[in-house]
C-alpha cells in the first residue's frame, strides 16, 4: 500500500534552515508529483509546491519562493523541502502529498516545525 | 489566486440531520476536492472531482456544485464525522484550500 513517512518534529533557531524528508513506498516513486503543504492554526492550509521525481522539475506557490526548495532522492524514493531563513512564522506542520491529477490522495503524517531561540 | 470561501465557518449537527456545507471560488473551476480531518490527522481525502467519494467514504456524503459554487453534504449526520472539512481546488497554476468548516455533533 502506498506510505508516505515524514521526518519526526524539529526544533530551530530563527534564522537557520531545516530540511524535511518524505519518504515513499508502495508505489513508483517517479510516477506522481509530490507536493508540500503547509497547516497552521492562523492560516490554515496552504500550497508550498510540487516537484516532478522523475525530473527534478518544480513549481513553486509564489509566497513560497525563496523560502522553499524542493528535491529529490530518486535512490531512496524520498522528497525532500528545505526551508531557509526561518522566523516564527514558519512554525507549522508541513505534509508531503502524492499528486492524482488536480487533488492529493496520500498523505505523510506530517511534521511538526518550532521556531524558537 | 482563486480565493475558496467555506460557509459556516462551524456549525453543530444532531445525529440524523442532514448537513452542507458550501465553498465558493472566486473564479470559476472546473473540479471541487473535499478533505476531512481530525485533530492530530492529516486530511484524508473525501470527495474527489467535485462528486466521487473516496475509497471507504460512507455514502450518505455526497458532492455536488460547478463553476464557483460547490458544497458536500452528509444524510444523517452520524458521530464519526464529527471533524473540519476542507474545499480545494487547483486550476493551474493556483491551487488553493477553503479555511475549513469545523463540523461538530450535538
Redesign the interface.
Known amino acids: 500500500q502506498v506510505q508516505l513517512q515524514q521526518s519526526g518534529a524539529e526544533l530551530v533557531k530563527p534564522g537557520t534552515s531545516v530540511k524535511l524528508s518524505c519518504k515513499a513506498s508502495g508505489y513508483t516513486f517517479t510516477s506522481n508529483h509530490m507536493n508540500w503543504i503547509k497547516q497552521t492554526t492562523g492560516q490554515g492550509l496552504e500550497w508550498i509546491g510540487i516537484i516532478n521525481p522523475g525530473s527534478g522539475g518544480t513549481s513553486y506557490n509564489v509566497k513560497f519562493k525563496g523560502k522553499a526548495t524542493l528535491t529529490v532522492d530518486k535512490s531512496s524514493s524520498t522528497a525532500f523541502m528545505q526551508l531557509s531563513s526561518l522566523t516564527p512564522e514558519d512554525s507549522a506542520v508541513y505534509y508531503c502529498a502524492r499528486r492524482e491529477l488536480t487533488w492529493f490522495a496520500y498523505w505523510g503524517q506530517g511534521t511538526l516545525v518550532t521556531v524558537s531561540s | 489566486e482563486i480565493v475558496l470561501t467555506q460557509s459556516p465557518t462551524t456549525m453543530t449537527a444532531s445525529p440524523g440531520e442532514k448537513v452542507t456545507i458550501t465553498c465558493r471560488a472566486s473564479s470559476s473551476v472546473?473540479?471541487m476536492?473535499w478533505?476531512q480531518q481530525k485533530p492530530g490527522a492529516?486530511?484524508?481525502?473525501w470527495i474527489?472531482?467535485t462528486s466521487k467519494l473516496?475509497s471507504g467514504v460512507p455514502d450518505r456524503f455526497s458532492g455536488s456544485g460547478s463553476g464557483t459554487s460547490y458544497s458536500l453534504t452528509i444524510n444523517n449526520m452520524e458521530a464519526e464525522d464529527a471533524a473540519t472539512y476542507?474545499c480545494?481546488?487547483?486550476n493551474y497554476?493556483s491551487?488553493?484550500?477553503?479555511?475549513?468548516t469545523k463540523l461538530e455533533i450535538k
Open positions: 472546473s473540479y476536492h478533505y492529516s486530511p484524508k481525502p474527489y472531482e473516496a476542507y480545494q481546488q487547483w497554476p491551487l488553493t484550500f477553503g479555511s475549513g
